[in-house]
């Protein structure tokens, strides 16, 4: 069988080589990015939404330089179009997506193309084997991996200004953007007028990334997508069989109330798991039946240390909406999020693993003055 044939980037010229050498530091992070993973395990994943293109006609670009465009797009919080500039004007971005000095970098059709073959194709689960081949490869190079595991939820804005959206719906025209939905931000007590505590809650439209991570690597390990509205608890068991699927070497879960529920709790217990998700008040009261199990549950070391684990996930959260726009979503559609949040996955993936694998930061505006 003939196989594809991709763009010619010049990338592996000697000149080229040679004055990328010269040029870009060794322990420049996009220099380091290159080689921490197996970028050609992506490129053979991701040939079949190219099945029969490539081999007569115009040939397209490996579509792991097309991953590794949209990776420092997320990195650097550019849009498609700006990322295509970016690349265009910085050699250690050049480099790092495998293109010549004088080459030109995909533009961003090329990049809008690509996703929406991805949505059109049904290959959006290709985004979760790839998530799962950093986190083995993470292993493969050494990166220790905890007895604990958090998960949380995230949520993400919908690309949509709500207000002229309610005002279309109002005059009978559909949301900009029919799968997000309203879902609870947060609540919080706050005092009335008569100073009385009363509970306030906060809304927010848009979609929810249901997260797991080990709480020593700080490497994601799941992800799932839901729109706002969605119960956390409901997807802690599946997050959990995601992450048994890939040989953790986990023995808690911890997460917060949202998740204490008699289901998860006894998940955890089926596959010898220890539980370390925040019991609500409730449980320790007089009138709950399992008022001893829950006591002695709290009492436990794991329970304890897992309880101290959970502010990482907020911190990792945090590193993904400041660093990296997942506080908006990029795009329209449930489809086009989950993409975003796998993509986004992938990307704190890959600093951490720069970061424990060689010391390297990234720094955003480190290619400044490069």
């Not at 290159?34 to 397209?60: A, M, N």
Request: proline share 3%.
């Amino acid at each position: 069988m003939e196989q594809p044939r991709f763009v010619e980037t010049g990338g592996g010229t000697f000149f080229g080589e040679y004055l990328y050498d010269q040029v870009i530091p060794q322990d420049h992070f996009l220099r380091i990015l290159r080689t921490v993973v197996d970028w050609e395990y992506f490129t053979k994943r991701l040939l079949k939404i190219y099945k029969g293109q490539g081999v007569v006609g115009r040939p397209p670009f490996d579509p792991a330089m097309l991953l590794k465009v949209e990776v420092i797009a997320y990195l650097y919080k550019l849009s498609e179009r700006q990322v295509e500039v970016f690349v265009n004007e910085n050699l250690p971005a050049k480099y790092f997506v495998g293109l010549a000095v004088d080459g030109k970098a995909p533009d961003h059709s090329t990049l809008t193309t690509f996703r929406e073959r991805l949505l059109k194709n049904g290959k959006v689960k290709i985004f979760e084997e790839m998530l799962a081949q950093i986190v083995q490869e993470a292993m493969n190079r050494g990166v220790k991996f905890g007895s604990i595991q958090i998960i949380d939820s995230v949520h993400t804005l919908a690309n949509v200004n709500t207000d002229k959206d309610q005002a279309r719906q109002n005059k009978g025209k559909g949301p900009r953007d029919g799968d997000a939905q309203w879902g609870v931000k947060h609540k919080h007590k706050v005092k009335n007028e008569k100073g009385e505590e009363v509970e306030q809650t906060e809304y927010f439209y848009g979609y929810k990334a249901h997260v797991s991570m080990n709480a020593e690597s700080g490497i994601i390990t799941s992800v799932e997508t839901t729109t706002g509205e969605a119960y956390d608890g409901h997807h802690f068991c599946s997050l959990v069989d995601h992450d048994l699927a890939q040989e953790l070497p986990v023995d808690t879960y911890a997460a917060d109330k949202a998740y204490d529920d008699g289901d998860n709790h006894y998940h955890l217990d089926l596959h010898g798991l220890h539980s370390a998700i925040h019991l609500k008040k409730t449980r320790t009261e007089k009138k709950d039946p399992h008022k001893r199990v829950w006591l002695k549950l709290v009492k436990t070391p794991q329970y304890q240390e897992g309880l101290k684990e959970r502010y990482k996930i907020e911190r990792k959260f945090g590193e993904a909406k400041q660093g990296h726009g997942f506080g908006r979503c990029r795009y329209i559609g449930k489809a086009r999020y989950t993409i975003q949040s796998f993509l986004m996955a992938i990307v704190l993936n890959l600093k951490r693993m720069v970061k424990l694998i060689t010391g390297v930061n990234f720094k955003e505006r480190a290619y400044a003055a490069e």
